[in-house]
């Protein structure tokens, strides 16, 4: 903790999974001696790089770009790469901390890893996020491959980035290696599904938890906070198993509207790139107001966070509470704070913590790589069948960590954290003093 004092996300990450896994620690009292928990929670290596760039006018700048490597227990080092001013090097270990065990989880072979940068590509041209991107990859293309560490889009991160980081990593290395980078472009590459999963599977995977918790999906009202890549395809999944979508939100304000039209949502984020207070007007119906969704006091069954992280504290569960929640599921890594968590718990409502809502992602970016490798493409309803049997194996891995360790069967936090932990000590065992 005190060498660590000045990353508050990474201990905020590493407080949530360490209160959860306390059970498997008393029953093995052998780990103490073995130095589980510091082999856990120290990260193998971690790479910080100067990236300089110019912009059209001709003018300099100069970012800083992480990559964390993480664990390596159970394969190569796997997760997303996020453009984003708040970009800290605590970020990106509280990033890759969740991502080991949200990896373990798929059952797919990937360790876990993260990176970034405190670049911010709003605003920018396409020809200044190019040579950005390009000259970020000169550097990181020293530390990945496809066999070692495969990066993938996170916030700030979508196909156009994915696209000028996988063209110079080729320049760089002069070959064809697919499988070092996912996300990519279906024409060069990237798979069907892999731009939906992240969305779909916190669906798939909160269908699932209606259904052993005996709530219908039809007619219920959700948030969906966000309006980038996970936000819109978890709002698609929703509204075709007859959930209402009733408000989404963007980095300014939220839009609330009886008839949500995913489209103009589709067409303000991925085409114009700009803000949703365009919404109402190109709707022709609903409200923009400015602020945070979770100010509102909507009344809503479901809430799906699916911005960024801390977006929810325990004021504004407690009024999510007040106005009807009935279930949390995080599409975004930690959007909410360990005492909105806790508050869910006592208040008894279902709480699915994002290593296992929102695993779809990277298990798809896993399935690109198995493609990559294979040299083949599936089909989307191929890959998109696999997603769902991925988030089904997800619950049933929680579901039978409640068992085993007698839990409530609301507990999805202590379970997931369970599951996803107690591979990666197995692996790191095996292998002797990993
Ligand atoms: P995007 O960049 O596509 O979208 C992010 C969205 O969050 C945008 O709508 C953005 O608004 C909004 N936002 C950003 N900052 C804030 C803020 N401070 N308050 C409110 N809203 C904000 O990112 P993704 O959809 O890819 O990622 C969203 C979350 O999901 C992140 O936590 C990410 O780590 C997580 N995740 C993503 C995966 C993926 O496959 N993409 C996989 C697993 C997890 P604006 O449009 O104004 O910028």
């Given at each position: 903790k005190e060498k660590d004092a000045s990353q508050p996300e990474f201990l905020q990450a590493v407080e949530e999974v360490l209160n959860s896994v306390s059970l498997i620690f008393d029953q093995h009292p052998e780990y103490e001696k073995m130095a589980i928990l510091e082999r856990l929670t120290e990260p193998e290596r971690i790479i910080q790089f100067k990236v300089p760039w110019m912009d059209d006018q001709g003018q300099m700048h100069v970012n800083r770009g992480y990559r964390v490597q993480y664990s390596s227990v159970l394969g190569p080092y796997k997760g997303g790469l996020r453009f984003h001013p708040s970009v800290t090097l605590g970020m990106m270990k509280f990033l890759a901390f969740e991502q080991i065990f949200k990896n373990a989880l798929t059952t797919l072979p990937i360790g876990g890893g993260k990176g970034g940068s405190?670049?911010?590509?709003?605003?920018?041209?396409d020809q200044e996020v190019m040579r950005f991107c390009q000259s970020f990859m000169i550097e990181l293309s020293k530390h990945i491959g496809p066999d070692v560490d495969v990066p993938a889009g996170d916030m700030g991160v979508g196909a156009r980035e994915i696209g000028y980081l996988y063209g110079q990593y080729r320049r760089l290395k002069g070959v064809s290696e697919r499988g070092v980078l996912t996300g990519k472009g279906i024409g060069y590459g990237g798979s069907l599904a892999r731009k939906e999963a992240t969305g779909y599977g916190l669906i798939y995977f909160v269908l699932e938890m209606m259904r052993t918790h005996q709530l219908d999906p039809q007619g219920k009202r959700a948030i969906v906070s966000g309006s980038g890549n996970v936000a819109i395809y978890a709002a698609e999944k929703a509204m075709q198993n007859g959930?209402?979508?009733i408000a989404m939100s963007d980095s300014r304000g939220y839009i609330v509207d009886d008839q949500l039209d995913l489209n103009v949502v589709k067409k303000i984020k991925?085409?114009?790139?700009?803000?949703?207070?365009?919404?109402p007007e190109m709707a022709g119906h609903g409200e923009y107001h400015e602020?945070?969704?979770?100010?509102?006091g909507l009344k809503a069954e479901l809430t799906l966070p699916?911005?960024?992280?801390?977006?929810?504290?325990k004021v504004r569960a407690g009024r999510l509470l007040d106005q009807g929640c009935l279930l949390v599921a995080e599409g975004?890594?930690?959007?909410?704070n360990n005492e909105a968590i806790a508050l869910y718990h006592e208040k008894g409502i279902l709480f699915a913590p994002g290593k296992a809502s929102n695993a779809g992602g990277v298990a798809t970016s896993a399935l690109e790589m198995s493609q990559n490798s294979m040299r083949l493409a599936w089909t989307f309803e191929e890959v998109d069948d696999k997603l769902r049997g991925i988030m089904r194996s997800i619950h049933e891995q929680c579901q039978a960590a409640m068992n085993q360790y007698q839990l409530d069967p609301k507990d999805y936090v202590t379970a997931a954290n369970i599951a996803g932990v107690q591979k990666v000590i197995d692996g790191m065992i095996a292998m002797g003093d990993y």
């Open positions: 405190d670049f911010d590509p709003k605003g920018k041209s959930i209402q979508v991925e085409q114009l790139r700009t803000s949703l207070s365009a919404y602020g945070s969704v979770y100010d509102a699916c911005a960024t992280q801390n977006e929810i504290n975004a890594n930690m959007p909410n």
